[in-house]
């Protein structure tokens, strides 16, 4: 059995990376997808995919800067589909450019710490306003946001992206104490690096470090947050609320000298070979 069949959802930032990707394993388990992005053009590529493979989806245009547009989605999606069950804050200003600005502290520049929370948070608190109240109309919700590795521990840059995530994690604890007797589960993934198009023009020259510090064989794929997202928004985990979830080969969890110290056992291991 599919496990979202018949319910509907809404996905943000889905013209690529972790929402299209989790667009199509949601249409693939049964759900009706509706994909918001700015990039419209792209989400309606994802979803025209989708449908040519018999799944149910639409795009819609999403500017998560404007209250009116986040009001215009959800408007949108109930008015097509008629409910709403599953809501994927998954959309982010993570372009490279944006990237580039956000600075050590000493250097960051108001304007683009203002920008980002103003899409990261409020965009996120303003999908979750306006969803509400056909999430609790369907009295068995789920509510998914996408936070980031970044906002549980600090690095030496992206201090403003690192700290409107962090936001998120305690926005999404505020929501499932609020609704969760009332049939709504709000729970965050935490990705670490995950190879998408945007982190492969940012990052990849960060790759193989990752990598050695992964406990897994490889990088994060989009593919690999889409199979936490559906357990999340499945009734598989409708006793799952409240969580940061880590989804991330093991990255946070152990001392930065583990891989080095795994770099030694494996030449002592080769040389007594």
Known sequence: MRRLEGKTAIITGTSGGIGAATARRFAAEGAQVVLADINVEGA??????????GGDAISHYLDLNEEASIKALIDGAIKHYGKLEILFNNAADTRVATMQRDAA????????WDSIFRVNTRGTMLMIKHALPALLKSGNASI???????S???DLFRA???SSKAAINVLTEYVAAQ????????????PGLVVTENTREGQAHNFALYERHHLTPRLGEPED???MATLLASDDGKFITAQVI???GGISTHFPHVAETRDGIDSYVAAKD
Do not use: P, Q
């Not at 309606?44 to 493979?53: D, G, L, M």
């Not at 609704?179 to 935490?190: D, L, M, P, Q, T």
């Open 44 to 53: 309606e590529k994802v979803a025209a995919e989708i449908r040519a493979t």
């Open 160 to 162: 403003a992206y690192a």
């Open 246 to 248: 880590a989804v991330d």
């Open 105 to 112: 502290i000493e250097f960051m520049d108001a304007d683009i």
């Open 179 to 190: 609704y969760g007797k009332r049939g709504v589960r709000c729970n965050v993934i935490s």
């Open 225 to 227: 947050l889409a199979a």
């Open 144 to 150: 998914i946001n996408t936070s980031s590795g970044a």
């Open 152 to 154: 549980l521990r600090a």
